[in-house]
């Protein structure tokens, strides 16, 4: 078990999957990634989940963001229930399934709390940049169902700190006023946000989103 923090390099690893053996590096490439694990196979939440993901791909593709999932259930199992969440979520599966049936994975990333369920994965998620540094870890209990939007929405406003030197605020959703990192001079902030500014206060200069027309 390793604790993983942000920052920290994604740890690699080789697994089965849906879409064939897996170099987590190497099928990552130069995109940004979501590693997301869910407790098991043929379980209600975790289906409605996986359909969801499925019908965003255009969103993550817009955003450069490769998606793989995990479970415990070996790669059987996972072909034969993506027919059950395609039947019943009116999609097509299109990101690869990890099958950790040893665990390997779910160990590196420590997916299994063994206070809440000492076998299976909890639902972890792990936003991964371009550079494979980890950039976001979120963990919901098996339960609750993930909200995809508030994933796109973090990783909207990751990409803007990385891309264009931006923070965002409380509640912020695309297109609000952005927040200039602080480590920008106010020397710099004419040639860097021709949209202007607004100066709250020294260390609260607010910008329109720089990445919009
Ligand atoms: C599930 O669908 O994965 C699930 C639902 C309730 C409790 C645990 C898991």
Same mark, same amino acid.
């Given at each position: 078990m390793s604790t993983? %923090?942000?920052?920290?390099?994604?740890?690699n690893f080789t697994a089965q999957s849906t879409e064939g053996n897996i170099n987590?590096?190497?099928?990552?490439?130069?995109?940004?990634?979501?590693?997301?694990?869910?407790?098991?196979?043929?379980?209600?939440?975790?289906?409605?989940?996986?359909?969801?993901?499925?019908?965003?791909?255009?969103?993550?593709?817009? %955003?450069?963001?490769?998606?793989?999932?995990?479970?415990?259930?070996?790669?059987?199992?996972?072909?034969?229930?993506?027919?059950?969440?395609?039947?019943?979520?009116?999609?097509?599966?299109?990101?690869?399934?990890i099958a950790d049936e040893d665990r390997k994975v779910a160990t590196l990333y420590d997916m299994i709390h063994p206070n809440s369920d000492n076998k299976l994965t909890v639902r972890s998620v792990f936003v991964i940049d371009a550079n494979k540094k980890v950039k976001l870890t979120i963990t919901y209990p098996a339960s609750t169902g993930r909200n995809f939007d508030e994933l796109? %929405?973090?990783?909207?406003?990751?990409?803007?700190?990385?891309?264009?030197?931006?923070?965002?605020?409380?509640?912020?959703?695309?297109?609000?006023?952005?927040?200039?990192?602080?480590?920008?001079?106010?020397?710099e902030i004419s040639s860097l946000f021709p949209k202007g500014h607004t100066e709250v206060k020294p260390y609260l200069r607010l910008t329109p989103q720089p990445n919009l027309n």
């Open positions: 993983i %923090r942000l920052g920290d390099e994604a740890p987590f590096h190497n099928w990552l490439g130069d995109s940004w990634g979501i590693l997301f694990s869910h407790p098991a196979d043929y379980t209600p939440v975790c289906t409605t989940e996986l359909g969801t993901v499925a019908k965003y791909k255009a969103e993550f593709d817009k %955003r450069n963001v490769k998606v793989v999932a995990l479970s415990v259930d070996g790669v059987q199992s996972h072909h034969d229930w993506i027919k059950d969440i395609n039947e019943t979520q009116d999609t097509t599966v299109n990101f690869p399934i796109l %929405r973090v990783i909207d406003s990751l990409q803007l700190t990385t891309y264009h030197k931006v923070a965002t605020p409380a509640n912020w959703n695309n297109g609000d006023d952005c927040v200039i990192v602080p480590a920008v001079t106010n020397e």
